[in-house]
């Protein structure tokens, strides 16, 4: 046997593709007495970070060099792989100084940008753990990171994953930062009746992209480049909701009416389309509990009349939607969100998609409008953030590592 190295390297397509596909299976086979969740990338190892604006995925090569004299070729496997991607973000807030013009009771708040990193998609061959790899694969990412101008780097996990907390938080110099929800929904055999006392607008990108800088650019991790992923083909509609009550039917007078003169109570929400990307599947389920659940839907296709909430097909690879930009504002903006939700369903089961999630901020007050089941969503995801260098100014904001969160989070869909 010869000499072991290890070579990190950027992934290469037609070179690597399966061997990645491969390491992946592996990574999530989990026990055989619980449910776990397999994700199906569609032959797309880049497909979770292809529509940010700058990505990079790295794999671990083990190369095995054959001793003198052996001669034959070098022998190489990949064994690990991490990706990343950068972009920009609302990290604070700011107000402009009064004028003669703008008295301080006039100014609107302005947003302040930084240049952020996300890491996803951390995979380690369970037969290389406890070697360095992983850690070696953050910091290659995190070099990449820097030299690309970003400011802070972050990931999400799972707050009981003890491995990935240890490497993030121990070695890595990462500290938790924020611990949004993430609230699923299955989507029914039968559809989901919209409020009569609710009207339903769908906004052209345009009109969204609006309401979306002139209202919510302030929230935290709002992206700057919001146009971009409102004109993605993976954005199937941006909706607005308004009580009937103060906007007649077929009434709309645009975005600039609806700004100057907004409704008491409005909601909105986008949502995006990640089954064209990658999907999911549940495994290690009992033929009894499959057997219930497939009851549930022939029941609920059945008899629709009965709204009887049913199980969706997920023990075969599935599809999501992922709705994002969810606000609004008003005493009954609750209400509104949940219309909107309910107009999300019905159009998850007209394209033959089983789970509608999001991912909201953990004191979101539009959070109890969410319909959701609680045995599938998350209460608390996990956050962690770094800032990369102590040479960037401190700015408007200072550390943001250090601030305290707000109300709510702007959740980028091409991340979930």
């Not at 979770?48 to 054959?66: C, D, G, K, N, T």
């Not at 004299?69 to 009064?98: D, H, L, N, S, W």
């Amino acid at each position: 046997m010869g000499k072991m190295k290890l070579v990190l390297r950027e992934f290469e397509k037609e070179r690597d593709n399966e061997e990645v596909e491969q390491v992946e299976k592996m990574c999530e086979v989990g026990p055989t007495s619980k449910l776990s969740l397999f994700t199906n990338l569609l032959g797309d190892p880049l497909c979770r970070i292809r529509h940010s604006p700058a990505f990079l995925m790295l794999v671990a090569e083990v190369v095995e060099e054959e001793e003198e004299g052996q001669g034959g070729e070098e022998k190489r496997a990949i064994v690990g792989m991490i990706r990343g991607c950068i972009k920009t973000v609302t990290c604070g807030k700011k107000f402009p100084r009064p004028s003669k013009l703008l008295s301080s009771n006039s100014l609107q708040p302005l947003p302040i940008y930084t240049k952020l990193a996300y890491i996803l998609g951390l995979r380690i061959s369970p037969y290389h753990r406890r070697m360095g790899i992983a850690l070696k694969l953050v910091k290659k990412m995190e070099d990449w990171f820097k030299q690309n101008g970003a400011e802070y780097s972050y990931l999400a996990t799972e707050s009981d994953n003890q491995a990935s907390v240890k490497l993030f938080n121990q070695k890595c110099g990462y500290s938790k930062f924020r611990t949004p929800s993430i609230l699923v929904q299955p989507v029914f055999a039968h559809r989901v009746k919209v409020s009569s006392r609710v009207i339903i607008i769908k906004l052209n990108p345009n009109e969204a992209e609006t309401i979306y800088r002139r209202k919510f650019s302030t929230v935290e991790f709002f992206p700057r480049d919001i146009d971009v992923i409102l004109n993605n083909r993976l954005t199937l509609g941006t909706y607005i909701a308004m009580s009937r009550d103060t906007h007649a039917p077929g009434n709309w007078l645009g975005v600039e009416k609806f700004l100057v003169d907004p409704p008491k109570s409005w909601g909105i929400l986008s949502v995006w389309n990640c089954s064209d990307v990658w999907r999911l599947e549940v495994r290690g389920a009992s033929r009894v509990g499959k057997g219930l659940a497939k009851t549930t839907r022939l029941i609920d296709r059945a008899f629709p009349f009965l709204k009887i909430p049913s199980f969706p097909e997920v023990f075969r690879p599935f599809g999501l939607h992922f709705l994002y930009g969810l606000g609004g504002k008003g005493p009954k903006a609750a209400k509104m969100v949940k219309s909107l939700c309910h107009v999300a369903h019905n159009l998850a089961r007209d394209r033959g998609c089983s789970v509608l999630a999001t991912e909201v901020a953990s004191r979101e007050p539009l959070k109890v409008g969410v319909p959701h089941w609680k045995k599938l969503s998350c209460d608390e995801d996990l956050w962690l953030i770094k800032r990369l260098g102590d040479d960037y100014s401190d700015g408007s904001t200072g550390d943001w590592t250090k601030s305290q969160p707000g109300h709510s989070i702007f959740v980028d869909p091409r991340e979930f």
